[in-house]
């Protein structure tokens, strides 16, 4: 069965430093998805970025990359330049038929 | 963690048709969560179901159209009703637990044709 971990319930960081969310899964597919969510206050489930297996190279959505390791099966986020509007619960999920989310990990962006 | 029960895990659907999706816990739980994710979208908050009161729809969701029920601290549907082609979506649910976090379904994946 597929399972994806972050190992990392809470973290804080300065404003302007850069930030990296770790997340690992276990599965015996090849192919997939992998997503980084991001959560704030208001419970909505914004998509910051997405990993199609199949693609080596690195997702990357303006200040958020993924440092993805197929091998190793890891898909951790980097946040650089962190902003106070970074502060939030953040989901690892990784996707074939099903969704299976990580059970995340609350970011707060100190002033 | 809570573990979630989703189903069905996925259908194909007339338009016009209504489709119940449901989800158990394994657990008693106050506060669940459906959401929406169009294709290559975001997941959006349709409602928040707590048991014992009427949900409580977001912005641009109705409950004429997606109707919940709550009717206990373990068990939860939605209801698409009335389906059209845009209505095409993964559906899913969450759950939270305080200090315990949050658990997620493992989606819904609605195709009307």
């Known amino acids: 069965a597929q399972t994806v971990t972050q190992s990392q319930p809470e973290m804080s960081v300065q404003e302007a430093e850069t930030v990296t969310l770790s997340c690992t899964y276990d599965?015996?597919?090849?192919?997939?998805?992998l997503f980084w969510y991001k959560q704030p206050p208001s419970r909505q489930m914004i998509l910051v970025i997405r990993?199609?297996?199949?693609?080596?190279q690195n997702a990357t959505e303006n200040r958020f990359s993924v440092n993805f390791q197929k091998a190793a099966k890891s898909f951790s986020l980097k946040i650089s330049d962190s902003q106070l509007g970074d502060t939030a619960m953040y989901f690892c999920?990784?996707?074939?038929?099903?969704?299976?989310f990580g059970t995340g990990t609350r970011l707060k962006v100190l002033a | 963690s809570a573990v979630i029960s989703q189903k069905p895990s996925r259908d194909i659907c007339q338009r016009g048709t209504s489709l119940t999706i449901q989800c158990q816990v394994d657990?008693?739980?106050?506060?669940m969560f459906w959401y929406r994710q169009q294709p290559g979208q975001s997941l959006t908050l349709i409602a928040t179901?707590?048991?014992?009161?009427?949900?409580?729809?977001e912005s641009g969701f109705v409950i004429d159209k997606f109707p919940i029920s709550r009717p206990n601290l373990t068990f939860s549907t939605l209801t698409v009703s009335n389906m059209s082609p845009e209505d095409s979506s993964i559906y899913l649910c969450?759950?939270?637990?305080?200090?315990?976090?949050?658990?997620f379904g493992s989606g819904t994946r609605l195709t009307v044709v």
């Open positions: 969450s759950v939270y637990r305080g200090t315990y976090g949050y658990t």
């Open positions: 999920a990784f996707m074939i038929c099903e969704y299976i």
């Open positions: 599965t015996s597919e090849n192919n997939y998805y």
């Open positions: 179901a707590n048991q014992g009161s009427e949900a409580t729809y």
């Open positions: 990993q199609e297996a199949y693609k080596q």
């Open positions: 657990s008693q739980v106050t506060m």
